[in-house]
């Protein structure tokens, strides 16, 4: 399906999918794709359905062998010239819409990313590896046939980990332990398509909020603006502090732990609530498990206070990607100018849903970041 200067490529099969055939592409009606940074990836393909009244009296799509549940899709986009892949996922969803209310057949496919292929075998076994890296290493290298390539970051705990602490031990899925890691560690474990079709990125590791800015964009500046909506959301609430105590078992007193402010660079406000005296921002107390690290829980309650400030300001909007000429992506940074001293400047992608029909292509993005004000003078659109 081609929208002016935009083209649509859809790539389907077991294993290592290849491009779709004629007569699926030829029955897409609407393509959604959602990402998030924190690792929710998910897809819709609505298609035309029609009856095989020559073969068998039933929806010719349903029998089709490229889109049965397992199978894998893989949703690209070429926009002035410019290629991309918005999605490497498996499909685990069928609904069949009969024709009602003058509206023709139609087939919904939908389902995630590759990460649920990691999700279909529970294990309950221990792991006999040294360290954190080695564990995550070890898991991800069974996908690496099926294009994925590990991407691991190591953690403050891989240096101060001792021998004799406990070993490791996994219970449940493969992408449920990852993500159990992860979350003890302050990180997150997300996978990112492409390059290329067929292969995608398996990143294990912190949320990097720091990058080369996207396009910028544009609200109220006549001919220039290439945005349809957007919206301003100032929440004084969001903020947090944590605190508490560690009781560790070699240990007679218990250990505190005391995370005040975001440590996540650069940060992109000018102006910041999250200060050390702002008698505002919610106290929040972080119950430690005893036998926990000390590195292992302030971890954890530094990635809820980074995690509560990357929103302070929120921005909900949407685009037209043909008027804005470029594929807002999240995870990324991107500008916003024409909205005012006060919210002008970078932000944070957070998330973006893609929707592509026949003649439209527009995407529902969400920004945030810790405060008001820019600390740029200019950005470039």
Not at 37 to 66: C, I, M, N, V
Not at 148 to 157: D, F, L, M, V
Request: positive net charge; contains cysteine.
């Amino acid at each position: 399906m081609t929208i002016q200067s935009v083209r649509l490529a859809l790539y389907l099969g077991h294993g290592h999918p290849t491009p779709a055939p004629a007569n699926i592409t030829k029955a897409v009606q609407q393509v959604t794709v959602r990402q998030d940074d924190g690792g929710a990836q998910g897809f819709s393909l609505t298609l035309r359905a029609e009856r095989d009244w020559a073969g068998r009296p039933d929806y010719a799509l349903l029998h089709a062998a490229k889109l049965k549940p397992g199978s894998r899709l893989v949703i690209a986009m070429t926009l002035n010239a410019t290629p991309s892949v918005l999605l490497d996922g498996v499909i685990d969803h069928i609904q069949l819409n009969p024709p009602q209310a003058g509206q023709a057949a139609t087939i919904t496919i939908s389902g995630g990313d590759v990460s649920r292929l990691m999700d279909l075998v529970d294990v309950n076994m221990a792991l006999p590896l040294p360290n954190i890296t080695a564990v995550v290493t070890a898991i991800l290298a069974k996908y690496i046939p099926l294009g994925i390539t590990p991407a691991i970051i190591p953690t403050i705990k891989e240096f101060t980990r001792l021998p004799i602490e406990r070993a490791f031990f996994q219970k449940g899925s493969d992408l449920h332990y990852l993500r159990k890691l992860a979350g003890e560690n302050g990180y997150i474990f997300v996978i990112r398509p492409g390059p290329l079709p067929g292969l995608s990125l398996a990143y294990w590791g912190p949320l990097i909020k720091v990058g080369l800015p996207q396009k910028g964009l544009t609200v109220d500046m006549g001919h220039s603006t290439n945005i349809e909506t957007i919206n301003f959301e100032y929440d004084a609430r969001k903020p947090r502090q944590v605190y508490g105590l560690v009781a560790q078992e070699n240990t007679a007193v218990p250990v505190p732990v005391l995370s005040l402010t975001n440590i996540y660079p650069p940060p992109l406000a000018s102006h910041s609530p999250f200060l050390y005296n702002q008698p505002y921002i919610k106290k929040e107390r972080q119950t430690i498990s005893k036998g926990g690290s000390v590195t292992e829980a302030y971890l954890q309650a530094q990635a809820r206070v980074d995690e509560s400030a990357d929103s302070v300001v929120r921005v909900t909007g949407t685009l037209n990607a043909l008027q804005y000429g470029a594929i807002l992506r999240a995870p990324g940074i991107v500008g916003l100018c024409g909205a005012g001293q006060a919210h002008d400047g970078y932000y944070y992608v957070k998330s973006v849903t893609h929707t592509i029909s026949q003649g439209r292509y527009q995407q529902q993005f969400v920004l945030g970041r810790e405060g008001l004000g820019s600390i740029v003078n200019r950005i470039n659109p």
